[in-house]
């Protein structure tokens, strides 16, 4: 079995939603040339034979549509969000898919706990709550503020920009209208717009005042470019600490817009 940047995790249990993060995995493992895993999480030993072969004809459905033949890994755990886990740190894989039920999904709390389990390890995740509006990125969103290591978020640009060169890269900066150290990190942008540019990157920039800052903010500057992902950092959270709805990311992640959203923790050297 592939491991590490050659490959994208799909935990898939059955559900409409899981459907969905399966095809949204589907199109990016075509596109990035990864190959594609989907993973069950079994509670009980004797289930694992049965999901197995129930699992192939997904593979071969999803061969038929998205012409991408994924493996299948089935785990027994009686914890799936531990198991999703353990298995992401096992394969330290280049994306793990998770669905997820929005802001109403509170009671789905396994879905919940496998996504603020993922934010405390170095792994990248794309939270998704519906089916993929197109095959390909157009329109993809970071957000930067002033406390952020930008040249990691620049890097994660030409990242994608080298699989879906004609997508528009829309970063979002505070304006760098008020203190010297912000006037100087807004001067540094011109100069980063300036290096995509010759790379032939389309790149966007969106100045928002820092007030304006809060998830809806971000949002709805991604509703007014039709965005296809954001993505936001991730830092490593107890998993006792404050449960994850509520916080900004939370908010991120539930958005009403549905937009898949992308979690790169911000020390990781994968993506």
């Known amino acids: 079995m592939q491991t590490s940047k050659n490959l994208i995790i799909v935990p898939f249990d059955f559900t409409p939603k899981a459907y969905h993060a399966l095809e949204h995995g589907a199109f990016l493992a075509k596109v990035m040339d990864k190959q594609l895993l989907i993973l069950h999480v079994a509670t009980r030993e004797k289930d694992i034979s049965a999901t197995e072969k129930k699992l192939h004809f997904i593979v071969e459905e999803c061969n038929e549509k998205y012409q991408v033949t994924p493996e299948i890994l089935v785990r027994k755990g009686t914890r799936p969000y531990s198991t999703v886990k353990n298995v992401a740190e096992e394969l330290n894989p280049l994306l793990v898919i998770l669905k997820h039920s929005g802001v109403e999904g509170i009671k789905h709390y396994t879905g919940i706990r496998t996504i603020k389990i993922l934010s ?18 157009k329109n993809i969103v970071f957000p930067i503020n002033f406390l952020q290591q930008h040249d990691d978020k620049l890097r994660r640009v030409v990242f994608f920009s080298q699989y879906y ?27 980063m717009t300036k290096a ?13 005042d820092k007030k304006k800052n809060k998830a809806e903010d971000i949002i ?3 509703k007014a470019v039709d965005a296809d992902m954001v993505m936001i950092p991730t830092e ?17 992640i539930s958005n009403d817009a549905k937009i898949p959203v992308l979690c790169v923790h911000s020390e990781s050297s994968v993506l």
């Open 165 to 191: 060169p004609d997508a528009t890269m829309h970063i979002i900066t505070p304006s760098g209208k008020d203190t010297e150290k912000e006037k100087l990190l807004a001067a540094n942008f011109k100069v």
């Open 220 to 222: 709805e500057l991604a």
């Open 196 to 208: 995509m540019e010759d790379q032939k990157i389309k790149v966007n920039f969106i100045t928002h």
């Open 236 to 252: 490593k959270v107890s998993i006792f600490s404050k449960f994850l709805f509520g916080l900004r990311e939370e908010k991120l």
């Open 120 to 137: 405390d390890t170095l792994i990248s995740f794309v939270v998704i709550q519906d089916a993929p509006k197109t095959d390909t990125l």
